[in-house]
């Protein structure tokens, strides 16, 4: 496997475990590249585990099927629709347990760095002050799971909750 693409606002999309080896074929290229997104896809097509990461990062699987692959909320008025479009169709998204949301800081989208649970977050007090709900409770895999983003200008740690 050779250039296996880099995304600004996803940089480890293996680890975060959105994406997975896998030897399936690539709904949109046919081709057999061995990763593949797991994360959602929003299209009218049901399209669930299809795509290879190679079709992500050059936007023809979001162009192919109209899609969009996370979902944002209250975008801050200074990010520009070029990061908007790259968050929503050339970056692999993550699935929470509730509709998930893409975050922001310095007028440009976070890297998502993955789901977090409580001790994750003691060390990123930034981002546990950020939490909205008891957050003693949260869970990398369990029923209540924070998600984690960094901002990649100056590095504050941002995130969010949600349960089942
Ligand atoms: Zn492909
Ligand atoms: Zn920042």
């Not at 050779?2 to 480890?12: E, G, I």
């Not at 909320?73 to 070029?82: M, S």
């Not at 960094?150 to 089942?164: M, N, P």
Request: with cysteine.
């Amino acid at each position: 496997m050779t250039d296996v693409p880099t995304f600004r606002y996803h940089p480890d999309p293996v680890g975060t475990g959105e994406v997975i080896t896998s030897d399936a074929p690539c709904r949109c290229c046919g081709r057999h590249r061995g990763l593949m997104y797991t994360g959602p896809v929003y299209s009218e097509d049901e399209v669930v585990e299809e795509l290879c990461l190679w079709c992500i990062s050059d936007g023809s699987a979001a162009t192919l099927f109209e899609a969009e692959l996370t979902a944002v909320l209250d975008v801050p008025d200074d990010v520009p629709q070029p990061v908007l479009t790259e968050v929503l169709t050339r970056t692999p998204g993550f699935s929470g347990w509730q509709q998930e949301h893409w975050m922001f800081h310095c007028a440009d989208a976070a890297a998502y760095l993955g789901k977090v649970g409580y001790e994750d977050l003691l060390v990123v007090p930034e981002a546990l002050e950020m939490i909205n709900q008891p957050a003693t409770a949260l869970s990398a895999t369990g029923e209540a799971t924070g998600y984690l983003f960094r901002c990649l200008h100056c590095g504050t740690h941002l995130a969010y909750a949600d349960h089942v």
